[in-house]
């Protein structure tokens, strides 16, 4: 009170049990658990008080303020009392299961959430099916075990809960499912770009990033149709990497045609405000530093130089080559708005735009088979598909 600690000292009575079969022979006097439980050195009010500056504050940040206002607990103290007055551990029905990283390629273990109520309930200290199976073990009142395409806590999950249904979760199968799609796609962009007329690249309108990447396509292609023409001849991959000096991953990239695309996959710092420009350039603002300055508050993080850079490459833009209006976008001359999007895209945009360019062009039955199978997917998960019309 006023600047000063006050103790309390509470004289409590003592009862002795004179039978001789009793377990317990002392009896101390208690209190009301609101205002003194057993064995605490603190009030239940200021039990209170130390627990919401723990859960508030964390270990030593409450430690310090709580110094301040002459309550001194130590950090250990703080996170005691938060563990013993959390919630209790609600037993799960439905988890998921999978590995997370205490140290990237170094230490892995396993974490376990219960779905239903979105909360991590345990922390494993590895990732061996032994592990997981002990823990599943003790809980036989799961129903569903939501994991990864791995066989080991598939295995784990079987042995422990064998009437348990094992079911892949959503995000690693919309994750592999685009991973697929966007290959699907990446395979297929040369024959996309000639069909639609956007084969031809003007170095010209490229940016200076793209322009060493569009000089590296140039080295590539010509490695690669070295490659291809050896391979034409029947030549095994193993003479094909003795020959080249290349190596075996690059020689089966070539030949399943992942490594054709011009520009690297790469996700552009203005993908979430792209709607936003698209719509300021529709309505005649064609100030790129104004744009700029407007996307800066609302949070864009970007420099000047993007913003320019995306205003050049806008259809409409007039340029020293031509007294006329030229359609730029990416360096492709006549692009359609969306075609170069695809390359970092998640998948339910991805299936949009390939949609509309497989309306207008034929790229092979493997990029219409994507596209059906990822449709598929998202009308499985409730995502809206928008089809080709």
């Not at 309390?8 to 609101?34: M, P, S, T, W």
């Not at 529709?282 to 205003?311: D, H, I, M």
């Not at 998640?346 to 493997?366: D, N």
């Amino acid at each position: 009170m006023s600047g000063r600690p006050v103790r309390l000292v509470v004289v409590a009575r003592r009862f002795h049990c004179d039978a001789v079969l009793c377990g317990r022979r002392i009896f101390a006097e208690r209190f009301d658990e609101d205002v003194l439980a057993p064995w605490a050195r603190r009030t239940g009010r200021l039990d209170h008080i130390v627990h919401h500056l723990g859960l508030a504050l964390g270990g030593r940040p409450a430690a310090s303020f709580a110094r301040r206002l002459m309550l001194p607990v130590s950090n250990d103290t703080l996170l005691r009392v938060g563990r013993r007055r959390g919630p209790r551990f609600v037993p799960p029905t439905v988890i998921g299961i999978d590995d997370w990283a205490c140290r990237r390629n170094q230490r892995y273990g396993t974490i376990i959430c219960d779905l239903e109520r979105r909360k991590t309930i345990a922390l494993l200290p590895d990732r061996e099916p032994a592990t997981a199976q002990a823990w599943l073990s003790a809980q036989p009142q799961i129903s569903i075990v939501a994991r990864d395409r791995g066989g080991s806590y598939a295995l784990a999950a079987a042995k422990a809960l064998p009437k348990a249904t094992q079911v892949a979760d959503r995000w690693h199968l919309m994750e592999n499912a685009s991973r697929a799609f966007l290959d699907a796609v990446r395979k297929s962009m040369r024959q996309i770009r000639t069909a639609i007329g956007a084969a031809t690249i003007n170095p010209d309108l490229l940016t200076a990033a793209e322009r060493i990447q569009y000089e590296g396509y140039l080295r590539r292609e010509d490695s690669n149709a070295a490659i291809l023409g050896l391979a034409k001849d029947g030549v095994t991959i193993k003479e094909i990497v003795r020959r080249t000096g290349y190596s075996r991953g690059l020689v089966r990239r070539v030949l399943r045609g992942q490594r054709s695309d011009v520009f690297r996959v790469r996700e552009s710092s203005l993908e979430l405000y792209l709607p936003w420009l698209d719509a300021q350039w529709a309505a005649g603002q064609r100030n790129g530093a104004e744009l700029w300055r407007k996307l800066k508050s609302q949070g864009f993080r970007g420099c000047l130089r993007v913003v320019g850079e995306w205003a050049e490459q806008s259809p409409g833009v007039k340029t020293p080559a031509d007294d006329g209006f030229v359609s730029v976008h990416r360096g492709f001359n006549e692009a359609p708005p969306g075609i170069s999007e695809l390359r970092w895209k998640p998948i339910r945009p991805c299936l949009a735009i390939a949609s509309r360019c497989l309306s207008r062009c034929v790229a092979g039955p493997s990029l219409e088979t994507a596209v059906d199978r990822g449709g598929m997917m998202t009308a499985a998960s409730g995502w809206r598909f928008a089809t080709a019309s």
